[in-house]
């Protein structure tokens, strides 16, 4: 089956004054149809700049998009709008993501008129009606403004947003960490029913592994700009291979307090970007490096059951 | 797995208290100068719109007999040096002087917010090229600036206007810009982009509803520095000439006569361009403190 997205060796540079940072250094995935992506990883290392660049919210600097084999890093201003209704997007903050000056009906009526997706009035009714219960909104809400919506409730108008159109795939920027903890779960479980209704693949970028691990069948795991281990989440999250994998695994919060689990704390920081070194991005806080890690890339083998590692140990 | 629960709706049910009415009916309520502001406006209106014909003189009609009198019943602001009555002269000139002030603002409000809004959305060298020329014509004195324009284009109504909003184009467009580049970092404008809006439609219909509020504050504190201008324009001899009645040409007419003692026939045009540039500067500085962001009502 051939991927729905397919990223190859992207690269993101970002301008600092003189310097050049790279936010994306090199990340390679593929996502298939119908497929729950997770992408995780600590603040700063990239996850919201490969799913920007792989939408082309971003221009990547170097490496390529592919959607359904065709390459979208090439298409110009008026194809790349005319195929944006199969790859949307779910931001993190949906108190800034609605415009506060439209109404929920103008905010997901917008979709559908700019793609010619409803011809007559009845029909932009209907779907707009079938969207907003599909995400479990009551449709008198259609003529509410964002300021007078709860959390949850815009968020909802977020994810109707992104699906009104009938994506293939729909990238998720940490969709549920702005909401408290007893609406997060209803917003996963929505998000898990409209990708087997909708057969959506799913991009789903979170520091929440427990949330990863609920709705994703695989995981890619991001440090410093690239991708250190990737794999079936079941497999990432029993047997996790890479140092800074575990050390992210343990402190995912268990909810037994008789349960005792040895937590590794990583020490220092992610070194600084605009000075990478030239091996493992990991070496400075990795508990099992070794003398030629710090000259030397590792690089990402097969370690079995589909489970890829960026790691010589 | 998990059940879903139905997101009922809660908080916020529409009441009478979210009301169009109601909100400025509330926001009037705490904002008294601008109460005071409209009610000023409203009466100079009135008097634009029905005054010419209510006054009993004619404003050009000379009358060799009544020679600067003073305030009377029969002449409230008394008369000129050539027997005009002035409250019937300022009367007249309301007209004009609103008519230039809303021209100005509409020119230098529609061309700054278009030309902030395009600077800022797109950002580089446009940008840089359109700051500098701000900063340029922000290093005059808007006043200097539009007497020197003035004086280029020659003596007439529409070259007044050109030049003074000229004068007050920059503002706008800096205040446009800055609210701009703050609007585009949010998300609202990157979903935008992200449903298939092409840039025109994230310009006009994203971005200038959210960026409008400071250039539309701004055009009404605007309104008031403009009949100033005009009239300090038209008092030092520039772009209205007498006879016409403005408040500025009477003004400076009723100048020469101060010196013998005639004190009202300068002095009641004054009050008035005085009176009006006040009321739009109550409202314009109300109007800031509303739509501030630690005021919002939303």
Redesign the interface.
Known sequence: MEPVIQVENLRRAFREGRAVIWAVNGVSLDIYPGEAVGLVGESGCGKTTTARCVLRLLEPTEGRVLFQGADMTRWGGKKLREQRRHFQMVFQDPNTSLNPRFTVRRTLAEPLRLHGLAQTGREMEERLHETVLRVNLEPRLLERYPHQLSGGQKQRVGIARAIITNPRFVALDEPTSSLDMSIRIQILSLLQRLQSEMNMAYLFISHDLSAVRFLCARVFVMYLGRVVEAGPADEIFDHPAHPYTQALLSAIPIPDPKLRRQRIILEGEPPSLFNLPPGCGFYDRCKARKASCRDNLPPFRDIGNGHFVACFE | M??????K????Q?SVR?SRAWRTWYILRSHPSMIVGILVLAVILFVTVAGPSLVPYKPLKPDPEARLLPPSAAHPMGTDAFGRDILSRVVNGARLDLFIAFSVVAIALGIGVAVGMFSGYYGGKVDDVVMRITDVILAFPSFILALAITAILGNSIPNVIIAIAIAYIPYFVRLTRGEVLSAKE???T?????????NWRIIYL?LL??CLTPALVQATLCLGWAILDASGLAFLGLGIRPPTPEWGVLVSEGSRDIIGGQWWTSFFPGAVIVLTAFAFNLIGDSLRDVTSPTEAV?
């Not at chain 2, 998990?2 to 997101?7: F, W």
């Not at chain 2, 990157?190 to 092409?198: M, S, T």
Request: aromatic fraction near 4%; charged fraction near 25%; include cysteine.
């Open positions: 998990v059940s879903e629960t139905i997101a709706p809660k908080g916020a529409p979210d949010r998300d609202y990157e979903a935008a982009r992200c449903v298939g809006n092409p994203h509803p959210n939303q």
